[in-house]
């Protein structure tokens, strides 16, 4: 959740026209994460515990994509901190696939690495 906060803290920085775009979405985004992973931790099965997984991992994707595009859009802000919160968002992603990887292996076949990086 520490990382959901840091998203929120960092979304006041995003320019006024942007509160209703991608500030917006990296906050729901964001949240959807730690939310996904709550609600699935409550799942009778490691399928569907997986499946949470899986939402909060593509949501994870979603909310680094949402940086990129503030990295691309907005070269005035902060580069330095995009670029942490990326790469924190990598770290988590690879922490996330690997629990999906050990409790249901066969549930998640990837197409490409985790970590990469459009």
């Known amino acids: 959740m520490d990382y959901t906060v840091k998203i929120y803290e960092f979304t006041t920085s995003l320019p006024a026209e942007e509160k209703y775009n991608l500030a917006s979405q990296l906050r729901r985004s964001a949240a959807s994460v730690p939310l996904n992973i709550a609600e699935g931790s409550a799942s009778s099965t490691n399928t569907e515990f997986s499946r949470f997984l899986s939402y909060g991992y593509r949501s994870l994707k979603e909310t680094i994509t ?37 409790i249901s292996p066969t549930e998640m076949q990837w197409r490409e690495s985790p970590t990469h990086n459009s």
């Open 66 to 102: 949402a940086l990129e595009l503030c990295r691309r859009l907005h070269p005035s802000m902060n580069q330095v901190s995009i670029a942490n919160l990326i790469d924190e968002g990598n770290q988590i992603s690879r922490m996330i696939h690997s629990l999906i990887q050990k």
